[in-house]
Structures are given as structure tokens and as C-alpha cells.
């Protein structure tokens, strides 16, 4: 329906003033979106894309667009869209240079999601995470070492990128870290290193 249909009727008290200065009701009842609210909601899209064109032009909004896009590729791989999730990553890894796209593209080829499983190429994406700064990959490259993942299984290598990852604070590779201290693999056995 629309303003002037007959099921139509303005409402009470809530004027807009137009252009020429004529005042006419603010949205119509009956009619779903009355044009008034139509017409606020094209002009707020409208001012939206000339912000957002001045924050681009500015570079100011860079960082928070590519955050903004790393979440919409995260969402379509937790949905299952692992093809189109690994499309998104390489373009983020490409175009935005972020830790976390190499990352996740890493974690897409050990797990064999949208690509057939190759852990040769997740070491290699892991470890360009790594030069970027994502601590989780120095959790998974070590992890790969301990396993024998694409490498020959090597514990002192694992121990290696375990520390590097335990000493910026990863969790999951100080654990790591201390069961091979505790089990003696690829580095001496120290149960106080181990609890360390």
C-alpha cells in the first residue's frame, strides 16, 4: 500500500515541513513504510557513503575495513562456506597484508577445508603468519614439528617456536612447551622448566 490508498490514513500530530514549506503527516498508518520514513531512510544511506567515502579518502578507516572484512570471511567459514572463506582470506592475505588471513589459510590447508589437505602449504602459511607477528602460528608450526606434520618429526625444532610462542604469552604453547620438558623431548629433561 501506499500514501493515498484508501486503507491509508495519516497520523495525528507528527508533521514534516517539505521544501516549499508545506507541512504533511511524518508517515502514514496502514500503509507499512510510509514515505517520509522512506525517504529519511535513502537520505541516512546517502550520507553514510559520503562519510564513509571522506574516512576512506582520508585513510583514516583502513584498519577497521579490513577487521571488518577478516570477520565477514570468519563468519563464512563458520558457517561451512569453506571455498568462499579461503577466497576471502587470500584477499585479505593479498590485498591487507593481515597475520590472521595467512593464519586461517593455514589452518584451512592442515584441515583440509575448501582445498585439499596439505600440510607442506599449511607449514608454509603458518610461518608467513609467524614473520607477521600472529602468535597462534608459532603454536602451529611447533605443533607440526612434534607431530611430523609436513616436516620431519623434529622436538627440538617444536621446542624452538614452542618458546617463541610461550614467551609472547601463548597459552596453548607454553603447555606445550612444558610436556616436552616434562617427557624429555628435544630438550632436557627439567620438571622446574616444566612447571615454569
Not at 597484508?97 to 577445508?113: E, F, R, T
Request: aromatic share 10%; with cysteine; proline share 4%.
Amino acid at each position: 500500500m501506499y500514501p493515498g490508498h484508501k486503507r491509508c490514513r495519516p497520523s495525528r500530530g507528527l508533521t514534516r515541513v517539505n521544501a516549499e514549506g508545506t507541512a504533511r503527516p511524518a508517515f502514514y498508518h496502514g500503509c507499512g513504510i510510509g514515505q517520509a520514513v522512506h525517504e529519511r531512510q535513502i537520505a541516512m544511506k546517502a550520507r553514510r557513503r559520503f562519510v564513509l567515502a571522506a574516512i576512506l579518502a582520508a585513510g583514516l578507516a583502513a584498519p577497521s575495513l579490513a577487521a571488518d572484512r577478516l570477520d565477514e570471511a570468519m563468519d563464512l567459514y563458520a558457517a561451512g562456506h569453506y571455498e568462499a572463506a579461503l577466497r576471502y582470506f587470500r584477499t585479505l592475505a593479498a590485498d591487507e597484508n593481515l597475520p590472521a588471513a595467512y593464519y586461517n589459510i593455514g589452518v584451512m590447508y592442515a584441515k583440509g577445508q575448501g582445498v585439499a589437505q596439505d600440510h607442506v602449504a599449511a607449514l608454509s602459511w603458518y610461518r608467513q603468519a609467524a614473520d607477521r607477528g600472529h602468535e597462534p602460528a608459532l603454536f602451529s608450526i611447533g605443533a607440526m614439528y612434534a607431530a611430523g606434520l609436513g616436516v620431519p618429526q623434529n622436538f627440538s625444532e617444536a621446542a624452538t617456536w614452542y618458546r617463541k610462542g610461550a614467551e609472547r604469552g601463548d597459552a596453548g604453547a607454553q603447555n606445550a612447551l612444558g610436556l616436552l620438558y616434562d617427557k624429555k623431548r628435544g630438550v632436557p629433561q627439567d620438571f622446574a622448566e616444566a612447571i615454569a
